[in-house]
């Protein structure tokens, strides 16, 4: 066998084991219902980014099932009501879940009236009113990003 294929061959199984384990890690974090409260009202005067919106607080718990520490090294993500963008929120820094640990992540954001009014004008113009709050984003584990979707639940 060509030493070339044997090279490409050897890193398609490092490769496909390598999905397998962190695919069998990943199922073992388990997220918990997302929260949303609001805080009340915030004045942005960031120039070119004025404007009044509400201030909310995202809360997500999550959970790690696995029998080692996995580490958050980042998360980002959107809040959407159905297709419309409303506010970006990150994680302020990385952290560690210890194995049977459980935390609540929780995000600060502003959701601008002037958008807000504008995703309401366009939810009733398409009649697309009846839609779940969703958080969407990325988290990143070890230099391997991957991709959540959640419904929230206002309280």
Same mark, same amino acid.
């Given at each position: 066998?060509?030493? =070339?294929?044997?090279?490409?061959?050897? *890193?398609? !199984?490092?490769?496909?084991?390598?999905?397998?384990?962190?695919? =069998? !890690?990943? /199922?073992? *974090?388990?997220?918990?219902?997302?929260?949303?409260? +609001?805080?009340?009202?915030? !004045?942005?005067?960031?120039? #070119?980014?004025?404007?009044?919106?509400?201030? &909310?607080? !995202?809360?997500?718990? *999550?959970?790690?099932?696995?029998?080692?520490?996995?580490?958050?090294?980042?998360?980002? #993500?959107?809040?959407?009501?159905?297709?419309?963008?409303?506010?970006?929120?990150?994680?302020?820094?990385?952290?560690?879940?210890? /194995?049977?640990?459980?935390?609540?992540?929780?995000?600060?954001?502003?959701?601008?009236?002037?958008?807000?009014?504008?995703? *309401?004008?366009?939810?009733? =113009?398409? #009649?697309?009113?009846?839609?779940?709050?969703?958080?969407?984003?990325?988290? +990143? /584990?070890? #230099?391997?990003?991957?991709?959540?979707?959640?419904?929230? /639940? &206002?309280?």
């Amino acid at each position: 066998m060509n030493q =070339t294929v044997k090279v490409l061959l050897i *890193i398609g !199984v490092i490769a496909y084991f390598g999905k397998k384990a962190f695919d =069998t !890690v990943f /199922s073992k *974090i388990i997220y918990g219902q997302t929260k949303l409260r +609001t805080r009340g009202i915030a !004045v942005t005067t960031t120039p #070119g980014k004025e404007g009044v919106g509400l201030k &909310v607080e !995202v809360t997500q718990p *999550i959970r790690n099932e696995n029998p080692v520490s996995f580490p958050l090294d980042a998360l980002q #993500g959107s809040m959407f009501y159905g297709a419309q963008k409303l506010a970006d929120f990150a994680l302020p820094g990385p952290i560690t879940l210890a /194995s049977g640990q459980t935390v609540d992540l929780v995000f600060q954001g502003v959701l601008d009236f002037g958008a807000t009014a504008e995703t *309401i004008n366009n939810l009733i =113009t398409t #009649g697309d009113w009846f839609q779940a709050l969703r958080f969407k984003g990325t988290a +990143t /584990s070890a #230099g391997i990003t991957f991709p959540f979707d959640h419904t929230v /639940s &206002v309280g």
